[in-house]
């Protein structure tokens, strides 16, 4: 499943907009994961996050059925973590904007885009 969303940028921009659903719904406890946490057994969650994201990128990347379609050299690890770094902050921006839901549609959208633009660049080129 996982090719077909980042290739598809209408179905890409209904998974984030059903993923700022579920970030809106779990607000107070992202919130506190990604801010409150130092001390805690969840210390380190927004880091650990952003690692199983890059994990789980890498192993999409290895996966691919074309492996022309995507050469891996010694800066994918710096674009992983590019990728993963957007990631976190599109999770972060929902969060400082969860009271207005008009621009985190049009944030969601936004971001949707920068994302199928950046997987349809690495897959094409």
Avoid: C
């Amino acid at each position: 499943m996982m090719p077909k969303i980042f290739t598809d940028l209408f179905l890409l921009k209904e998974v984030f907009h059903y993923h700022s659903k579920i970030i809106l719904e779990n607000a107070d406890g992202l919130i506190l994961l990604f801010t409150k946490s130092d001390g805690s057994k969840y210390h380190g969650y927004r880091k650990q996050l952003l690692d199983t994201y890059i994990y789980n990128l890498k192993l999409w990347f290895d996966t691919l059925e074309d492996k022309n379609k995507f050469e891996r050299d010694k800066a994918d690890n710096m674009i992983f973590r590019t990728i993963g770094s957007i990631y976190i902050a599109y999770i972060e921006e929902i969060l400082n904007n969860r009271d207005d839901i008009e621009i985190i549609n049009l944030y969601t959208d936004k971001i949707a885009t920068i994302i199928y633009g950046i997987f349809r660049n690495l897959l094409i080129d």
